[in-house]
């Protein structure tokens, strides 16, 4: 079965950081980018960062560029997201996901980890 | 950078009726890299469409994606219970990558 599996979420004060971690299995994982896509408290969904298959490319919102930091370990078949200078704003429900049939739409989801950033 | 704009915000409809959702975005989406995705209250959201009309893995033949350039469509042939739920658009751009995401468009039952 295809699945990915975060955990890391909590509450943190502003400026703190948290690592988040994603386990993925059923599918080859190193073959497929990985993304890290939010949604905060009813709103919307908001794309944060996404990493290539081997790890060597990163891309980031500008949300988040310079404070965030993707990674993943493909022997271990995980993704991670570092986050550090964390704000109110930040608060949100974390979700991985990738995009296995084409690179537009991601068609795996985890069930998320909630990031919440208060004093 | 391409803003992705849903209406309407909701759409109240009974079962069995035909829903039209629309996304238009700002700037012309290139290889008609649009999604669109359903979400449940505390669930993951699901992908139902990809590359503006093509259906994901499992996905009734109830929902269709159409458009291009800039105007895009979701509809929803006959509406199930199963089927209300909030509904996003999304793009994509590849050059660097990046995924937004249109506000969502709430469908309600009336």
């Known amino acids: 079965e295809v699945q990915l599996v975060e955990s890391g979420g909590g509450l943190v004060q502003p400026g703190g950081s948290l690592r988040l971690s994603c386990a993925a299995s059923g599918f080859t994982f190193s073959s497929y980018a990985m993304s890290w896509v939010r949604q905060a408290p009813g709103k919307g969904l908001e794309w944060v960062s996404a990493i290539s298959g081997s790890g060597g490319s990163t891309y980031y919102a500008d949300s988040v560029k310079g404070r965030f930091t993707i990674s993943r370990d493909n022997s271990k078949n995980t993704l991670y997201l570092q986050m550090n200078s964390l704000r109110a704003e930040d608060t949100a429900v974390y979700y991985c996901?990738?995009?296995?049939?084409?690179?537009?739409?991601?068609?795996?989801w985890g069930q998320g980890t909630m990031v919440t950033v208060s004093s | 950078e391409i803003v992705l704009t849903q209406s309407p915000g909701t759409l109240s409809l009974s079962p069995g009726e035909r829903a039209t959702l629309s996304c238009r975005a700002s700037?012309?989406?290139?290889?008609?890299?649009l999604a669109w995705y359903q979400q449940k209250p505390g669930q993951a959201p699901r992908l139902l469409i990809y590359?503006?009309?093509s259906r994901a893995t499992g996905i009734p033949d109830r929902f269709s994606g159409s458009g291009s350039g800039t105007d895009f469509t979701l509809t929803i042939s006959r509406l199930e219970p199963e089927d209300f739920a909030v509904y996003y658009c999304?793009?994509?751009?590849?050059?660097?990558?990046?995924?937004?995401f249109g506000q969502g468009t709430k469908v309600e039952i009336k």
């Open positions: 590359g503006a009309s």
């Open positions: 700037q012309s989406v290139s290889s008609s890299y």
């Open positions: 996901a990738t995009t296995t049939v084409t690179p537009d739409a991601f068609d795996i």
């Open positions: 999304q793009q994509y751009g590849s050059s660097p990558p990046i995924w937004t």
